[in-house]
């Protein structure tokens, strides 16, 4: 599975962004998603989690609250929309994927997602 990630982009402290995964080929059925995040001079970290059903989500205590994870399968798309946005949430944002037989499934390890995107720029302006 390819992944193309969008909608990053420069934005004041405190505004809001929405970012867009989709398959460059394929589907997501059956997959569970996730975003990651690296930010200069520092190691990939997690971000949000969304099983397959989207019945289930998880998020770093860093963004809870302010970042939501969503997905529309008939879409082929996974969002994170990003509310309150603070200067340390600047980074390049991936999207990740893995295949599930567990609908109700995420994952929030780098090491549990085999494909991931190429990663969209989110830089906040203090």
């Known amino acids: 599975v390819q992944l193309q990630a969008s909608g990053g982009g420069l934005v004041q402290s405190g505004r809001s962004l929405r970012l867009s995964c989709r398959p460059s080929?394929?589907?997501?059925?059956?997959?569970?998603a996730g975003w990651f995040r690296q930010a200069p001079g520092k190691e990939r970290e997690f971000v949000a989690a969304?099983?397959?059903?989207?019945?289930?989500?998880h998020y770093a205590d860093s963004v809870k609250g302010r970042f939501s994870v969503s997905r529309d399968n008939a879409k082929n798309t996974v969002y994170l929309t990003m509310n309150s946005l603070k200067f340390e949430d600047t980074a390049v944002y991936y999207c990740?994927?893995?295949?599930?037989?567990?609908?109700?499934?995420?994952?929030?390890?780098?090491?549990?997602?085999?494909?991931w995107g190429q990663g969209t720029l989110v830089t906040v302006s203090s």
């Open positions: 080929g394929g589907t997501f059925n059956r997959y569970a």
């Open positions: 990740a994927v893995q295949r599930t037989v567990d609908s109700a499934r995420y994952y929030s390890t780098r090491r549990e997602y085999h494909w």
């Open positions: 969304i099983s397959w059903s989207a019945e289930n989500t």
